[in-house]
């Protein structure tokens, strides 16, 4: 299996083996865990990925979409975790930043588009689809992904989770909290950290002092493994062993993916402010789609006129979609006050009245 100890942009794991099995040139190292159908499919994925934050950037811009923090730069990491588990079986908990993996596990294009186009009723996950809400509270997904795989444990039900989250949320109480019971009940989860090297605007060497994320999980009783995060081949192969660690009741495993996001943290940021161009274009050159590209075509399984079919085909899925999602009723403004208390405070009990007060002011 190929190995290299060879440092990135990112920290400085000097502890852990960083594992790779495609070079950036699209060199493959050792032996190969997926199927050139399979990276073909990832691959589609992976651009539809890149082409949905494009398509989703425009739409906020122009009003038609809310908040969206795009993956731009982690499509190996997402795509090659997703990948590793089994949508019929596992579960996926996200934090915000995996639309692929959502996809892939089962939700629809355009219930995804409703989510972020308020449309709540058909934002729903359906029943069947083994994917928690995504999750705008850092590391709050964490306690929740434990407790869901304690529970599957408790049931004697075989399927494991998949958390995500980011280097950022591995600095809140919930990480250790969730490590700590994760190692104690020896649940069946992954827990997947994609290290993009920032925190909105705090770089990796500001959040940690250690020598990597992944090599915490020892002190909680675990495995943690370091891979190559712009590695489609390397992801994947590390997220299937620790799934299958966790099938055979071997508890958790922390994979951490050192990856970069080359867009902005999310439609409210400007990266420029604390970041150097130069930065990004140095990681530009680790982009994670051209390197599957070049692999494919090492492979004689991809070329331009295959490029621009599969590039078209995502442009209609896209606006098909959207299509859809735009005609989903919207929700009456008063539902914001739904669904979060059983029993709201009196502060959000006083909003509601105000926002009545309003309408029925504005329709005198
Ligand atoms: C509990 C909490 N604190 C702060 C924030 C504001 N916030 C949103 S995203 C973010 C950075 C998270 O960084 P990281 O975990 O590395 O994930 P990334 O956004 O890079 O994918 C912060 C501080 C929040 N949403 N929730």
Avoid at 53 to 77: C, I, N, V
Avoid at 126 to 138: D, K
Avoid at 333 to 351: L, M, N, W
């Amino acid at each position: 299996m190929g190995r290299t100890v060879e440092l990135g942009a990112t920290h400085e794991a000097n502890d852990l083996v960083r594992l790779r099995l495609l070079d950036v040139d699209g060199t493959p190292l050792g032996t190969q865990p997926m199927s050139d159908r399979l990276v073909l499919d990832a691959l589609r994925l992976m651009k539809l990925s890149r082409a949905l934050d494009t398509f989703a950037t425009k739409l906020q811009r122009m009003g038609q979409m809310g908040l969206y923090g795009p993956l731009h730069g982690q499509e190996a990491s997402v795509v090659g975790s997703a990948f590793a588990v089994d949508p019929k079986r596992d579960w996926l908990v996200p934090a915000y930043r995996e639309q692929p993996a959502w996809l892939h596990h089962g939700l629809s294009l355009e219930r995804l588009f409703a989510q972020y186009m308020g449309r709540i009723v058909d934002a729903r996950i359906p029943e069947g689809v083994n994917l928690l809400p995504r999750n705008q509270a850092v590391a709050a997904q964490l306690p929740h992904a434990v407790g869901l795989a304690w529970g599957l444990k408790l049931r004697k039900i075989r399927a494991a989770v998949l958390v995500y989250l980011g280097d950022g949320a591995a600095s809140e109480g919930d990480f250790h909290e969730s490590a700590n019971f994760a190692g104690v009940l020896r649940v069946p989860l992954v827990m997947f950290v994609q290290n993009n090297a920032y925190a909105i605007s705090t770089p990796l060497e500001k959040q940690t002092a250690g020598p990597s994320i992944a090599s915490r999980a020892r002190g909680y009783g675990f495995p943690g493994r370091l891979v190559d995060g712009n590695d489609l081949l390397a992801v994947y192969s590390a997220t299937s062993e620790a799934v299958a660690r966790a099938l055979a009741g071997q508890g958790p495993t922390l994979v951490e993916a050192m990856t970069y996001r080359m867009g902005f943290h999310n439609t409210t940021d400007n990266p420029k402010a604390y970041r150097d161009d130069a930065e990004v274009a140095e990681a530009a050159r680790r982009d994670p789609i051209i390197r599957v590209e070049r692999y494919l075509t090492r492979a004689g399984a991809w070329d331009d006129a295959r490029a621009r079919e599969m590039e078209l085909s995502i442009q209609q899925e896209l606006e098909n979609a959207y299509a859809t999602a735009s005609r989903f009723e919207l929700p009456d403004p008063s539902e914001i006050f739904e669904h979060v208390y059983a029993d709201p405070p009196e502060r959000v009990r006083k909003q509601k009245e105000e926002l009545e007060a309003l309408r029925r002011k504005s329709s005198d």
